[in-house]
């Protein structure tokens, strides 16, 4: 590894490598670079700790929603077999302790620079080299510039009149105090019931005085069924991790299910039924990945399982009235994040909870005492905004990025992201984006993703030293073939019928694009593996 120099005229730390973000990508983006290719690499982290999405997002009930032995890394088996998970569906806190025994087991933290904000990268076109200025106001620069800022990292918290003038406490969960937040005794309302806020609200039902929950978009949800792992079943996890990665690399969204091709519509109604019921009474997301080849794609097929939902809903919630409320209808199931739960319907049946629905009466403006709606203003001492993120681009574009001819990332992006494989931005040369639009990202099973996507970037680079080349940048014509064909499998499947974060819906002023690639994860390695083979096409490089 090269030693880390100092240009003292300019007082610029020179690098070989510059990885924003410490959590999962970041983490192991720095690990591949510094100890495979003896690359100078710093991680630039704004938090106080790593953990990136789990650093952040520690609300009542975070939990990760799939299951946490493969909700983790695979690039070291002895990571895999002595590192113990408690539960299938792990809390925030296990995960945030996973990762900083990932941190520390190797050695990362030395070349991590925590509480430190990246708030500008500009590509200098007579070096070669990224150079960035930190918020504390250090300056940096290196040959290669890799994101791994993450998909929901940037919190959206909508503009409400009056928010300012509320004399309780208000929180967003995505950034919650880390000493917690005290319920008893106290009128909440939550805002959003989104993953975030099916997640959140039988916690905080079980504490409050009261529980109000503003609800825009009834969601389907679907019980996660989280039980302890034994010994003998971790045992045989263990024994069998080979089998579990390759099929979750094999497998459409990144699970370890074996891919069904059965259709919905070819089984009569009570077959159907039986099968879905036993993947309602195993829980999680193989109820949409694991039980028909063709949910996402017919809507017809897509009504079986919705319905089934609804039905269940129905069975669950004891007030008729508050279960029509809960219903969802104006989007397919799996069209938005499906999220899964723990006692979501159930909680409804508490005294001390109610629903009010902001689409039947819309929230006027945030009061000192609570919040109006057009029929009744409900106080308040605590309000809890679950209203998600600025979804896959927000963080990038936070922060000032400018490439070639000082273009701006934000410019370049203003009618709608544009990448190649997710991987780069053309103009942007040596820029990588881990995740980024454009690639699987939030419609996978994360952890399989990241990894991909960093030893794709850490071979280019390794490819790029082999061949003394100095920049390598995708070409225009590449990128927007690429945004034309993500748009293109998106337009077969029924994710167009929702107005989900997943198009930029959420955000006021957003453009509608959709960002993440859904042609699943097998057809989406092999075309990187294929660009490889065919030297790198649609990217062009320097000498």
Not at 149 to 161: E, H, M, Q, R, Y
Request: proline share 5%.
């Amino acid at each position: 590894m090269s030693g880390q120099r100092k240009n003292s005229k300019e007082n610029v730390l020179e690098l070989d490598a510059i990885v924003i973000g410490a959590g999962f990508s970041g983490m192991y983006m720095l690990k591949r670079l510094r100890d495979e290719l003896g690359l100078n690499t710093r991680a630039y982290e704004a938090g106080n700790g790593v953990g990136g999405t789990w650093y952040w997002n520690r609300y009542p009930g975070a939990r990760c929603d799939s299951e946490s032995f493969y909700y983790c890394y695979s690039f070291s088996k002895e990571l895999l077999q002595e590192w113990e998970w408690s539960s299938k569906y792990p809390e925030q806190p296990e995960i945030l302790t996973y990762l900083n025994h990932v941190a520390d087991r190797f050695d990362l933290r030395k070349d991590i620079q925590l509480e430190t904000r990246v708030k500008s990268a500009h590509f200098n076109e007579k070096t070669h080299r990224w150079e960035i200025l930190t918020e504390n106001g250090e300056r940096a620069s290196a040959q290669f510039l890799i994101s791994g800022v993450g998909c929901l990292s940037t919190a959206n918290v909508p503009a409400i009149k009056g928010l300012e003038n509320f004399k309780g406490d208000w929180y967003h969960t995505g950034k919650w105090p880390h000493e917690g937040v005290d319920f008893s005794g106290k009128r909440v309302g939550l805002i959003g019931t989104g993953s975030t806020g099916i997640q959140a609200t039988p916690v905080i039902a079980a504490e409050a005085d009261h529980l109000t929950i503003f609800q825009r978009t009834p969601n389907f949800s679907v019980p996660a069924r989280n039980e302890p792992f034994t010994p003998t079943k971790q045992k045989e996890i263990k024994a069998n991790y080979d089998e579990v990665w390759e099929k979750a690399r094999s497998g459409h969204g990144g699970f370890p299910y074996s891919p069904t091709t059965r259709s919905a519509l070819e089984f009569s109604s009570n077959e159907r039924t039986a099968i879905y019921e036993d993947i309602w009474q195993e829980g999680g997301f193989k109820f949409l990945w694991g039980s028909f080849a063709d949910i996402m794609v017919n809507k017809e097929a897509n009504n079986t399982a919705a319905d089934f939902i609804r039905g269940k809903i129905r069975e669950t919630v004891q007030d008729p009235v508050t279960a029509d409320k809960l219903m969802p209808h104006d989007h397919p199931y799996g069209a938005k994040r499906p999220p899964i739960d723990t006692n979501y319907f159930e909680t409804f049946n508490r005294d001390n909870v109610s629903l009010v629905s902001i689409k039947e009466s819309p929230i006027e403006e945030i009061t000192p005492s609570g919040v109006l709606t057009k029929d009744e203003e409900y106080d308040l001492d605590i309000i809890v905004f679950a209203t998600g993120f600025d979804a896959m681009t927000g963080t990038l574009l936070k922060i000032d990025i400018q490439g070639r001819d000082g273009e701006s990332l934000a410019d370049k992006w203003e009618a709608g992201p544009k990448t190649y494989l997710g991987l780069q931005v053309a103009g942007f040369p040596n820029f990588f984006t881990i995740s980024g639009p454009g690639s699987p990202s939030v419609l996978s099973n994360m952890p399989v993703t990241i990894e991909q996507h960093v030893e794709w970037i850490s071979d280019c680079i390794q490819s790029m030293k082999k061949n003394e080349q100095v920049c390598i940048e995708a070409n225009v014509e590449a990128e927007s073939d690429w945004v034309t064909h993500v748009n293109q499998i998106a337009e077969m499947t029924l994710f167009w019928e929702a107005n989900s974060w997943y198009l930029g819906a959420n955000i006021p002023g957003k453009a509608r694009i959709f960002m993440p690639y859904a042609g699943g994860l097998p057809t989406y390695f092999e075309r990187c593996e294929d660009v490889v083979k065919q030297g790198y096409a649609g990217f062009e490089f320097s000498a």
